[in-house]
């Protein structure tokens, strides 16, 4: 995760979980998943955080929302035995919005 500037501020991977520079941490699980408006693109989620972990930007997020998706689909084909191994980059790009229970 890069900020507006370009600078790495964190990761996301599976979980879904975010893990912030500055230690703070939080895995959300699905309430709400919308087809994005584009087929080729993720759908646009709507996440409840059910774990935190460290103090941070992340320690007071209770809701994670995925929109204007732009492609990151997986390949139509390639998925199976004979591919075993092969790692296969599909580029995405998204806006994440984090809010907390004020």
């Known amino acids: 995760m890069l900020d507006q500037q ?9 979980g879904p979980t975010w893990e912030m520079e500055d230690g703070s941490k939080v895995i959300g699980e699905l309430q709400t998943r919308v087809d994005a408006p584009q087929s080729d693109d993720i759908p646009w989620l709507l996440l409840q955080v059910k774990s935190h972990e460290g103090d941070g930007v992340l320690s007071e997020v209770n809701w994670i929302q995925r929109v204007n998706t732009d492609g990151g689909k997986s390949p139509s084909g390639g998925c199976d035995h004979t591919h075993q191994n092969q790692e296969i980059r599909v580029d995405y790009s998204a806006d994440y919005y984090f809010y907390k229970q004020e």
């Open 6 to 14: 370009g600078q790495r501020i964190g990761q996301h991977y599976g």
